[in-house]
């Protein structure tokens, strides 16, 4: 069996820069975020680029990447398909000072198949499966899977937080949620004071393995309206915010002298959601009509103001690390037209609506009243599929009612944001197929898929199995049930002379501890983007 | 107020009480969706059926409509609100952590709404028909034209874009304490408080206005000045003090909706209060914390309705005394 090594890079005690123009290192930095999400009890919620500031994962950046470094692991080995090693890094230590051990790692694995989150769950207890973790020494952790998991290295260590056993192993899995103290974890910094009122405030963990944080103190107010978050971007009593640039902004902040502007490619997309347990939706070639009669071109120049590229190359992200570069779903309202006239739906009474077996083709597209852009979409594609004699109406509804529409099926079309985890991880992909999302396998019969998913889990190596994936993708984008309306490119302001040491980690904008820690550590652990 | 009819308006506002929070309770439950779908499950990591029974198990929330509507009564007897889903603590203590931020907004706001409209109110009645009077009426309806959000926007632009005077945002900053921390709260309100104040001022300022003119045409104001009362003297003790009888059943009245906060105006300052909790809370489908907050906005309802009650016959001696206030000809009529 051919043995993967991942070795760590020099990335440990770099030479902590200086960021300000004076040469000295920053004290202090107010960087807005746009929802509280407690005191980061990751069992309860979490908002990544804040809950990476205090807990590391064994390999970094994130599943977004498509070569994770070594981060508290320092190698990482694969022994047979179903099996993996992973040796720790010497010498990290908890905020409270414990010492980091390979049981804390296999604490964290059965803690989060015994309390599940949600958002990790299915990495260790679907796709894939893990068996059992058990530490071969202090120093060395072993991880065996249920049937061959090539991506385990790269996706499930490159994004499980982990967790300290002497923290978290009193506390029972059922009341995980309940949880309010401050974290501990290994991360550059430590949240030193949390409430709802205020926001919160980090402050550098000095003994960090990977040297200390540039700035001492981040203090992060929760400010949620976006206007009043660039108003006090504007005044200066912010010099930063994770939240981007809306479209219109873009130029004002771009002709000041006070505000510097980095341009970023996020991997998310909004996307037109069918569903596919609903005729005519269940019908693959009518999907394919609904994806050939949208104008991308029209919907990223009318409705982002042409900041982005056209969604013509289908789905997941055309960025990510694991998609078929080979993808393409172009506008062609001609084909659009024919695949309906094949499949019987025609305009017999002259209302410029086709009628089929059911009847007429009329529909509703239900998108969040909150969402400018989202609604303006939902206009353009009601006028797209207007041109081949489809009849939608535009439904508004707040943005939980679209959210419930996941879990209610009570819906024709809708319009929805996917982020990073949904479009960039090879294994959410597959996962989405499961839950519900782009599918539900294996409950709903689906042949062609259902032979590529035992094809995908018979492979055993990362590039056998992503050759499948490529072919899961190209059938997907053939009878989509989701279809990218554009691929946003994003803006993000931050205030000049502060701080200047902002980067594009992928799928995370620029507010990360990548662009907090020494610039040398984020380009040798492959987690920022450098344009090279 | 004789102590039955105090034991009659009792049991009126109590059976408003209970109406008001039955339909607290059921309202939420109407609206599509619920709050651990909203937060356990979605395209980036759904929890299994399975695991999101058993949370809603946690809340209470797989029991039946009526089973959980008596334990919202059952510990309710308690003083026990349930659990909020979206902030995982007890309601009770996630909404004293925001009233205090929007009694303080809503009631400045309101006593500085009220004095100066009062004191405009009353200028513009006193030189009724000069054109300092048509000067106040005009800016004051203009002003009163504005919406909130709009004037919030305005000072923000003058005061802390512009002139950098005052945040922009927030009720406190972290890492504050003692002085400076109570110094910056102080700052923090000045904007939103000013806002608020400004956006209700018209009200106000009309109520005493009109209040004012009409009890300027009153006999015992003629007969006051015939007796050589100083102007000054009939304007504070006879007029005003006629006129803000209204002004207080007014102002009494949007106090009971002060726990409500002000939606808007939080949310342009980013401010910490009630109303953007509420907003939250509708947003997550948190029906816990949606029922406590509706609860406390309804008591603070019912509450000022029974002080205005209970409070207008020491401001009025006329009411103390029974004494009916229709004048003679509408008492024939209703006769």
Redo the contacts between chains.
């Keep these: 069996m051919a043995m993967l090594a991942l070795v760590v890079g020099a990335c440990t005690n770099g030479s902590q820069s200086q960021m300000t123009a004076d040469g000295q290192p920053v004290e202090r930095l107010t960087i807005a975020v746009p929802e509280d999400v407690?005191p980061l009890?990751i069992f309860?919620?979490h908002e990544e680029p804040l809950t990476e500031l205090v807990y590391d994962k064994l390999l970094g950046p994130s599943p977004y990447v498509d070569d994770p470094q070594p981060w508290l692991a320092s190698e990482v080995r694969q022994l047979d398909p179903a099996t993996w090693e992973v040796d720790l890094r010497d010498g990290v230590t908890w905020h409270d000072g414990e010492t980091f051990t390979a049981a804390d790692v296999v604490f964290t694995f059965e803690f989060f198949k015994a309390a599940?989150?949600?958002?990790?769950?299915?990495h260790v207890s679907d796709i894939p499966t893990i068996e059992t973790v058990e530490a071969v020494d202090d120093n060395t952790v072993r991880f065996t899977c249920a049937d061959a998991c090539p991506f385990l290295g790269s996706v499930t260590l490159a994004d499980l937080p982990i967790v300290a056993e002497h923290v978290w192993s009193d506390v029972p899995a059922?009341q995980v949620?309940?949880v309010?103290d401050l974290p501990v974890g290994t991360g550059p910094y430590r949240l030193v004071?949390y409430?709802?009122?205020?926001?919160?405030?980090f402050e550098a963990y000095e003994n960090y393995f990977a040297g200390p944080p540039l700035v001492q103190e981040l203090?992060m107010?929760?400010?949620?309206?976006p206007?009043?978050?660039f108003?006090?971007l504007?005044?200066?009593?912010i010099q930063a915010t994770s939240r981007p640039l809306a479209p219109e902004l873009i130029a004002e902040f771009a002709s000041s002298d006070d505000i510097e502007l980095i341009t970023t490619r996020p991997l998310q997309f909004p996307e037109l959601r069918m569903n596919f347990e609903r005729p005519p939706f269940d019908v693959p070639e009518f999907r394919r009509a609904i994806s050939r009669a949208l104008d991308r071109a029209e919907l990223l120049d009318a409705v982002f103001l042409g900041e982005g590229r056209r969604a013509d190359k289908g789905y997941p992200h055309p960025d990510a690390a694991w998609t078929n570069p080979d993808l393409s779903t172009p506008f062609d309202a001609a084909e659009a037209s024919s695949l309906l006239d094949e499949l019987g739906y025609e305009d017999t009474d002259g209302d410029s609506v086709r009628e089929g077996p059911a009847g007429p083709l009329r529909f509703t597209i239900q998108v969040a009243a909150t969402e400018p852009t989202d609604v303006r979409a939902a206009e353009l594609i009601r006028a797209d599929l207007a041109e081949i004699g489809i009849s939608a109406d535009v439904q508004t509804k707040?943005?939980?009612?679209i959210?419930?529409l996941?879990?209610?099926r009570?819906f024709d079309l809708y319009i929805?944001t996917?982020?990073a985890?949904?479009v960039a991880d090879p294994t959410q992909f597959i996962m989405?197929h499961r839950?519900g999302?782009l599918w539900k396998a294996p409950d709903m019969p689906y042949p062609q898929w259902d032979a590529l998913f035992e094809q995908w889990s018979a492979a055993t190596t990362i590039a056998d199995r992503t050759k499948t994936l490529f072919e899961m993708q190209e059938l997907f984008n053939s009878q989509p049930t989701s279809v990218p309306l554009y691929y946003p490119d994003e803006y993000h302001a931050y205030r000049a002379g502060t701080f200047d040491g902002w980067v594009e980690s992928p799928g995370s904008g620029v507010v990360h501890k990548w662009s907090l820690l020494p610039p040398e550590v984020g380009r040798d652990a492959n987690a920022v983007v450098t344009g090279e | 107020m004789t102590l039955r009819r105090m034991l009659s308006r009792t049991g009126q506002l109590t059976l408003v009480l209970w109406a008001a929070a039955t339909f607290n309770f059921a309202l939420p439950h109407l609206?599509?969706?619920?709050p651990v779908?909203?937060?356990?499950?979605?395209?980036?990591?759904?929890?299994?059926k399975e695991?999101l029974e058993?949370?809603r198990t946690?809340y209470g929330l797989d029991r039946p409509l009526l089973q959980q509507y008596g334990s919202f009564w059952r510990g309710l007897a308690q003083g026990d609100l349930g659990k909020s889903v979206q902030?995982?603590?007890p309601v009770v203590e996630?909404l004293a952590?925001?009233a205090p931020?929007t009694v303080a907004l809503v009631g400045l706001a309101t006593v500085l709404s009220a004095v100066v409209g009062v004191a405009l109110g009353a200028t513009a009645a006193w030189r009724r028909g000069s054109r300092r009077d048509a000067g106040l009426v005009m800016g004051v309806l203009a002003l009163d034209a504005m919406p909130g959000f709009w004037i919030g926007?305005i000072l923000?632009a003058v005061f802390?874009?512009e002139l950098?005077w005052l945040?922009?945002?927030?009720?406190?900053?972290?890492?504050t304490a003692g002085v400076e921390r109570s110094v910056d709260v102080l700052r923090r309100l000045i904007l939103p408080v000013a806002t608020i104040a400004l956006a209700t001022l018209g009200a106000v300022f009309l109520l005493a206005r009109a209040a004012m003119v009409s009890v300027l045409d009153e006999p015992f104001v003629r007969l006051a000045r015939a007796k050589g009362v100083s102007e000054r003297r009939i304007a504070v003790r006879h007029v005003l003090r006629n006129a803000l009888l209204p002004v207080f059943t007014n102002l009494t009245l949007s106090v009971g909706m002060l726990l409500s906060g002000a939606v808007v105006v939080e949310?342009?300052?980013?401010y910490?209060g009630l109303g953007?909790l509420i907003y939250?809370a509708?947003?997550?489908?948190d029906y816990p914390l949606l029922q406590g907050a509706f609860l406390l906005v309804t008591l603070g309802v019912v509450l000022a309705n029974l002080a205005a009650d209970l409070t207008y016959p020491w401001l009025d001696p006329r009411v103390r005394r029974g004494k009916n206030l229709l004048p003679a000809a509408a008492q024939t009529v209703e006769a």
Excluded: C, Q
């Design positions: 407690g009890n309860a919620s599940p989150t949600g958002r990790w769950t299915h059922d949620r309940e309010t004071e409430d709802s009122v205020s926001g919160y405030r203090v107010p929760v400010i949620e309206d206007s009043a978050t108003t006090a504007r005044t200066g009593e707040d943005a939980a009612s959210g419930e996941f879990r209610s009570d929805n996917i982020t985890h949904g989405s839950s999302y | 609206a599509p969706g619920d779908d909203f937060k356990y499950s979605g395209v980036s990591g759904s929890l299994s695991h058993i949370i946690e902030h995982n603590r996630v952590e925001r931020w926007m923000l802390s874009v950098g945040p922009s945002f927030g009720g406190a900053s972290i890492g949310t342009v300052f980013a910490p953007r939250e509708v947003v997550a489908r």
